[in-house]
């Protein structure tokens, strides 16, 4: 096999999931530039959480190889992938309900340095203290400010999911793996949602965006990778995805639903 580029984040490679009969993902390869924002679309049934989940360690391909930053991470379990900073935010937000907007965050950053710390261990002072100029560009830069001594109940959809997108950049994630983070939002909160994400992590983390929104996806991406029933039907810039014909009768006229 070649080696992945020096200029790769993640690779994979020939990748094949089969459930029974089922082929979920047939030969799939997809390439994540350093530094790039590389998005994942196609309809649902596609195969696109199913590669997700192969990326992040949580199912096993029947073939096929895993690479970040050049090594091969293929048997390794989606903890140790999380460890080594492959890190994957969900489609439903995933928030400590207990817990202030500002605590959320500090508990991040304070898991990041002690994977192994107690529920505790957020309240001692020095990591407050530690952690405080983190926590306050990461509201800064995700725009909750105003709302840091607010429990998640009391924010709205757009807030949380730019908090949990927050938290996970505070873990220091080398690679983010956004799974439809635009899913549900209302128009104004996609919008700052999408500002954030363009401001506050593109060109420092890689990430591969899994989203519906085909304004985001062409405003956000360095590339694009298109599936059809487990397949990649093209991929490139987004450029030659806008021109591509067969992109366009497949999935960019107005009557598809994405």
Do not use: C
């Not at 080696?3 to 009969?21: H, Y």
């Not at 090594?71 to 935010?89: E, M, P, Y």
């Not at 937000?93 to 959320?104: H, S």
């Amino acid at each position: 096999m070649t080696p992945a580029s020096a200029t790769s984040a993640l690779e994979m490679r020939d990748i094949t999931v089969r459930f029974g009969g089922i082929v979920a993902l047939n030969g799939v390869s997809l390439t994540l530039g350093a530094g790039s924002v590389h998005a994942l679309i196609g309809p649902n049934g596609a195969g696109k959480t199913t590669l997700v989940s192969v990326l992040s360690g949580e199912r096993r391909p029947n073939t096929g190889t895993v690479r970040m930053n050049g090594t091969d991470i293929s048997t390794l379990s989606a903890l140790r992938r999380a460890r080594l900073g492959l890190t994957r935010t969900y489609q439903l937000t995933a928030l400590f309900q207990g817990l202030t907007l500002r605590e959320n965050l500090l508990l991040s950053l304070v898991a990041r340095d002690r994977p192994a710390l107690s529920p505790a261990d957020i309240f001692r002072r020095r990591d407050r203290t530690r952690h405080a100029d983190e926590v306050e560009d990461l509201l800064d830069r995700f725009a909750l400010r105003g709302k840091a001594g607010e429990k998640p109940a009391a924010l709205s959809h757009g807030d949380r999911r730019r908090l949990e997108i927050a938290m996970a950049l505070a873990t220091g994630p080398e690679v983010l793996l956004l799974d439809e983070p635009l899913a549900g939002l209302s128009t104004a909160d996609a919008e700052a949602l999408v500002r954030s994400i363009e401001e506050g992590i593109k060109g420092r983390i890689p990430i591969l965006l899994i989203e519906h929104d085909m304004d985001a996806v062409f405003y956000l991406s360095d590339a694009i990778t298109v599936m059809v029933n487990g397949t990649v039907l093209a991929s490139g810039a987004p450029e030659a995805i806008r021109a591509s014909p067969e992109v366009q009768a497949a999935y960019l006229s107005e009557e598809d639903d994405f």
